[in-house]
């Protein structure tokens, strides 16, 4: 028994002052003169024996009622948790898109979040965290007016943020108890993430009916020319095979092509299509077919055909220039010194000075400009240069400084796999590799260089240096084949065609929702105005570089829907841009909650939201007892009153 006004109890002492006045008090007797009193004595006796017992009575019963309105007052109670202490519970319901499938009872997240309003309690208080917005300190009418609304989402949250912001919410004061529910899939992303959890947790799984799935993955194109192109759909299925899937490829929503395919267990394969060449494809792909994911049944993409980079090379002209930077994907140009037109520099997205001897003032000039508004540079050193006015064109800007030629024949073995670079050129570390040789090379010094490939003696081969908006690399030798075998290398391909990639980022087929994505479009717009990004129901203003020649556009928080926008300078639309889900979201990879229970004792599983709830409204229920007291004090009352009335000493 716990009782809510404790201090009330210390007055259970005052009951002594009857006790005392009971025992001490004295009676006196009026002496009646009787001639023969022998008669009355065994009366007497009778008399006051039976006055002594009803005086106990009476002290017995008013200690009861005295007794019995202490402790009604100090209000006592059977429960789990003291009466005056507040239950907090933090809920953290998950609405990714995962969720928004069908269970044994109908939409994982609709009734998830029916059963929450349904078994919460009006005493208690809430804070709830979604994967879209989080609400502290909310009543139960609040509750259910936002989980009326509430949606499923591609924002995702992995756990250790929701628990920390749980854990910094959490109030430290003594009259409140604090509980953690997490409602959700547990889906792949939550691996791991429980290790050595200290606060109560109620973990709700909520686990779809279905447990087979079919998604498109991703696409990409092959066989590009000027009538046709391949079109390579990737589609993964999870469970049993399946035959005659239907898919369908729309541009816009004009059909184009549909077949059946089937699918083996658990593969991922691929779908082509034979499409006829268009100047703008502004692709969707649908899968009919009723699985545990819907959202991942279709796919947008957008393919733009007269998308190239403008590269200009000056110096010496070299073949294997033209060989990488074919016509489909570059417009190439290469001149010498004297014959460069300055008026163009402005307008290449990459220059590469090739084995220039001598930098001129003007070229100079030109050169930093360009950089300084974005554009990208490649310079490859003459064997005979200048240094001289390298180093002018260096200082200018801040990239380094370049040191006397060394003559020494060194390998070059050392590739850095991380660097961006590389990414997707190669599938593992290369061991066999043939290294190419250089006979001099001039090595360079800056505070900002990050190596992308070196020599066997760790000094750099080719540089990156990034210094604000400019982007250059530098080879620290010519490639002259007198020189260096480093133009006969695999390395050179995947070198120079990512360093015209890289120069200038054309939107892509697809991209992903709730990653970074940064995309460069090709434009002029006023100082005052700003790129658009929207569709027929959403618009936003993505964060935005201004170059001269080029705005460079960055996503990440939205959008939030999938489906193909438009870049709008005002209201022209200058640019097809398609979003795409994250395919992580259509794995059926959940985390086994039951071995997660075996290391860690403060968490409960369970399958129901109503359980869960009940469990914790019984254990938080206070049973008065007060009621009980209060009766007891009548009673008490009405013994006295019978006592005084019908006992007759």
Do not use: C
Not at 630 to 636: D, E, G, R
């Amino acid at each position: 028994m716990q009782f809510k006004n404790p201090e009330i109890l210390y007055f259970l002492a005052l009951l002594i002052i009857p006790i005392i006045v009971h025992l001490f008090q004295l009676q006196r007797f009026v002496k009646v003169p009787f001639t023969n009193v022998a008669f009355l004595q065994k009366l007497a006796q009778q008399t006051r024996k039976s006055s002594r017992i009803k005086k106990w009575l009476i002290l017995g019963t008013r200690m009861l009622l005295f007794t019995a309105i202490i402790f009604a007052f100090s209000q006592p109670y059977f429960s789990k948790k003291t009466a005056n202490k507040k239950q907090h519970n933090f809920i953290y319901l998950d609405n990714s898109l995962s969720t928004n499938t069908k269970g044994e009872r109908g939409n994982l997240l609709q009734i998830a979040a029916q059963e929450i309003i349904e078994n919460s309690s009006e005493k208690d208080v809430y804070s709830l965290q979604t994967n879209s917005s989080f609400y502290d300190r909310i009543t139960k009418s609040e509750l259910k007016n936002i989980l009326l609304q509430v949606k499923e989402t591609s924002k995702n949250l992995d756990l250790p943020t929701v628990l920390l912001k749980f854990d910094s919410k959490t109030e430290s004061k003594t009259n409140t108890t604090n509980r953690t529910i997490l409602i959700s899939d547990f889906q792949n992303t939550y691996k791991n993430e429980f290790t050595n959890v200290t606060p109560l947790i109620s973990a709700i799984n909520l686990e779809s009916s279905i447990k087979n799935n079919i998604s498109i993955d991703s696409v990409f194109v092959t066989d590009y020319n000027g009538n046709n192109f391949t079109l390579n759909v990737l589609v993964k299925n999870q469970g049993e095979a399946k035959n005659n899937i239907p898919v369908a490829v729309y541009n816009n929503n004009k059909l184009i092509s549909k077949l059946s395919s089937s699918f083996k267990k658990d593969t991922l394969e691929t779908i082509q299509f034979k499409v006829q060449n268009q100047a703008e494809f502004n692709g969707k792909i649908v899968i009919n077919f009723s699985d545990t994911f819907a959202f991942d049944n279709v796919f947008y993409f957008t393919l733009k055909n007269d998308q190239k980079i403008n590269i200009l090379s000056i110096g010496n002209k070299a073949n294997f220039l033209s060989k990488i930077y074919t016509k489909n994907e570059f417009n190439l140009t290469q001149s010498t010194v004297q014959n460069t037109n300055y008026n163009s520099i402005l307008k290449q997205q990459l220059i590469i000075l090739n084995e220039v001897e001598n930098i001129s003032e003007i070229l100079s000039k030109k050169i930093i400009e360009f950089s300084k508004n974005g554009g990208s540079l490649v310079i490859i050193p003459h064997k005979n240069l200048n240094i001289n006015s390298y180093n002018s064109l260096f200082k200018n800007l801040s990239l380094g400084k370049i040191q006397p030629k060394k003559t020494d024949s060194l390998k070059i073995t050392n590739i850095n796999y991380k660097h961006p670079l590389f990414q997707n050129v190669f599938s593992k570390k290369v061991t066999n590799f043939q290294y190419p040789i250089v006979q001099h090379y001039y090595p360079f010094s800056s505070n900002n260089k990050s190596t992308i490939v070196a020599f066997e003696n760790g000094s750099s081969f080719i540089s990156q240096i990034k210094n604000g908006e400019n982007n250059t690399f530098w080879i620290s030798s010519s490639l002259d084949v007198k020189n260096s075998n480093f133009i006969n290398s695999p390395l050179i391909v995947p070198v120079f065609y990512n360093f015209g990639k890289m120069s200038f980022k054309h939107p892509k087929l697809f991209y992903r929702i709730a990653s970074e994505n940064t995309i460069d479009i090709d434009t002029n717009i006023e100082k005052d105005k700003v790129l658009k990004i929207a569709n027929s129901k959403n618009s936003f203003i993505p964060l935005q570089k201004k170059f001269q020649n080029k705005v460079s556009i960055t996503t990440k928080e939205q959008p939030l829907k999938s489906g193909i926008y438009s870049i709008l300078q005002n209201t022209d639309t200058i640019q097809k841009i398609a979003y795409n889900y994250a395919k992580e979201e259509s794995l059926l990879n959940f985390l086994d909650l039951n071995k997660l229970k075996e290391t860690n004792q403060n968490i409960t599983i369970s399958n129901s939201v109503a359980d869960v709830f009940k469990k914790i409204n019984k254990k938080n229920e206070v049973h008065w007892l007060w009621k009980w007291f209060l009766s007891l004090a009548i009673v008490s009352l009405l013994l006295e009153i019978l006592i005084l009335k019908f006992y007759k000493p």
